[in-house]
């Protein structure tokens, strides 16, 4: 713990009360025992009553006792009292709340003893509570209001269901406007699940030794039918076969994301590019779109919890893929770069650690 603590802060003093201190009251009390022996001799000297010779050395090691004292005392009050109090009352704001709260280490940073650590340990505390206390608010406030729009499409349109003079075609407009809005709140409770999982490391990754060339064709697969109604044209170049140690699992969920973003924001007639190569012990899949681009702000944002840089589609999302994205990769060794200019199209690149597992001309691994 000491060492771990020196490595933080650099050497740290580990009293409160400096040896010259106590040489202080040595000197002081051989002193005034000098001075006690001197007033002996005088009174002595001088043949002072009996009783007068034993009062007043009673009276002068009383004032000695009482000056060292309240000398001690202010010394203890100002080393622990005063900064324990303080400390105190911090931790009775932040407990009530209050995640502003700084309390001043005691000395410069050269002269840092182990209270010092201590209250800037208890600012560190405090500063990620705060962080944490923010995160919090903001997704409880994201989550509120992402609910808020599905819930309002789904009882408006039951409340239109109720007209008695509806044709069927508007009949089945409302109800499918009530399947969307049901499927994109399922959407958003599922992804709040995962995302919650994985942040809390609930989600253990199954890792094994699989072709993800092979699970990229069957995802871009999947969006077959999205892209057929955009007029997408679809570009890809990858390996026959592309050996990762990864959880299958959980990349289906990266792809499916990039893949689904890169849809949503091509416009109709526009191109998605899926390309993968093998190199330097790594595979690096890439996902570009000519769609909207994102300027050098959006960009910085992308990975964070609920954010839609282009409030247009943001009724296509929630705004938790890519935190998700990041997340998974984060589990497992992985990477994400960004490259994008508005108006020019994004292009997502994701490098994971290749197996080393060499494959058999009829595609099978050894």
């Given amino acids: 713990m000491r060492k771990e603590r020196d490595k933080d802060y650099g050497s740290v003093k580990e009293n409160r009360f400096p040896p010259s201190l106590f040489v202080i009251f040595l000197v002081i009390l051989l002193l005034m025992s000098g001075?006690?022996?001197?007033?002996?001799?005088?009174?002595?000297?001088?043949?002072?009553?009996a009783v007068i010779q034993s009062i007043i050395p009673v009276v002068y090691w009383g004032m000695v006792a009482v000056v060292l004292?309240?000398?001690?005392?202010?010394?203890?009050?100002?080393?622990?009292?005063?900064?324990?109090h303080k400390l105190a009352e911090a931790t009775s704001r932040v407990s009530n709340g209050d995640f502003s709260v700084y309390v001043p280490a005691l000395h410069t940073q050269d002269k840092w003893d182990y209270l010092d650590v201590m209250i800037m340990d208890f600012n560190k505390m405090v500063e990620e509570l705060g962080s944490i206390e923010t995160l919090k608010t903001d997704f409880v406030s994201n989550v509120s209001h992402e609910m808020k729009?599905?819930?309002?499409?789904?009882?408006?349109?039951?409340?239109l269901l109720k007209t008695e003079q509806l044709t069927e075609e508007q009949r089945k407009e409302y109800a499918e406007g009530i399947e969307g809005a049901a499927m994109r709140l399922s959407n958003l409770i599922s992804n709040i699940l995962k995302l919650n999982k994985l942040e809390n490391q609930r989600i253990t990754p199954e890792v094994e030794v699989y072709d993800v060339s092979r699970q990229l064709?069957?995802?871009?697969?999947?969006?077959?039918?999205a892209w057929d109604e955009k007029k997408i044209e679809l570009e890809?170049?990858?390996?026959?076969?592309?050996?990762?140690?990864?959880?299958?699992?959980?990349?289906?969920?990266?792809?499916?994301?990039?893949?689904?973003?890169?849809?949503?924001?091509?416009?109709?007639?526009g191109t998605v590019i899926v390309k993968q190569i093998?190199?330097?012990?790594?595979?690096?899949?890439?996902?570009?779109?000519?769609?909207?681009?994102?300027?050098?702000?959006?960009?910085?944002?992308?990975?964070?919890k609920f954010y839609q840089g282009d409030t247009s589609h943001s009724k296509e999302g929630?705004?938790?893929?890519?935190?998700?994205?990041?997340?998974?990769?984060?589990?497992?060794?992985?990477?994400?770069?960004?490259?994008?200019?508005?108006?020019?199209?994004?292009?997502?690149?994701?490098?994971?650690?290749?197996?080393?597992?060499?494959?058999?001309?009829?595609?099978?691994?050894?």
């Avoid at 004292?69 to 324990?84: G, N, W």
């Avoid at 729009?149 to 409340?159: C, D, F, G, S």
């Avoid at 012990?281 to 992308?302: A, L, Q, R």
Wanted: charged share 25%; net charge negative.
């Fill in 35 to 49: 001075v006690h022996t001197g007033l002996v001799v005088l009174m002595n000297r001088m043949e002072w009553n």
């Fill in 69 to 84: 004292t309240m000398f001690t005392r202010r010394k203890i009050r100002a080393a622990y009292e005063e900064p324990m």
């Fill in 149 to 159: 729009t599905p819930i309002a499409i789904i009882k408006n349109y039951a409340e």
């Fill in 217 to 225: 064709c069957e995802c871009i697969l999947h969006f077959e039918e």
């Fill in 236 to 269: 890809t170049e990858l390996e026959d076969v592309a050996m990762v140690q990864a959880d299958e699992s959980l990349l289906e969920i990266v792809w499916n994301n990039l893949l689904s973003n890169a849809i949503k924001f091509t416009e109709p007639g």
């Fill in 278 to 304: 093998s190199e330097e012990g790594f595979v690096k899949i890439s996902v570009s779109d000519t769609g909207c681009g994102m300027d050098s702000d959006v960009m910085n944002h992308i990975f964070d």
């Fill in 318 to 366: 929630n705004g938790l893929g890519l935190a998700l994205v990041s997340r998974v990769l984060e589990l497992l060794d992985g990477d994400i770069q960004v490259l994008s200019e508005e108006g020019r199209g994004s292009t997502f690149l994701v490098t994971l650690p290749a197996t080393g597992v060499s494959v058999n001309e009829d595609g099978g691994s050894r």
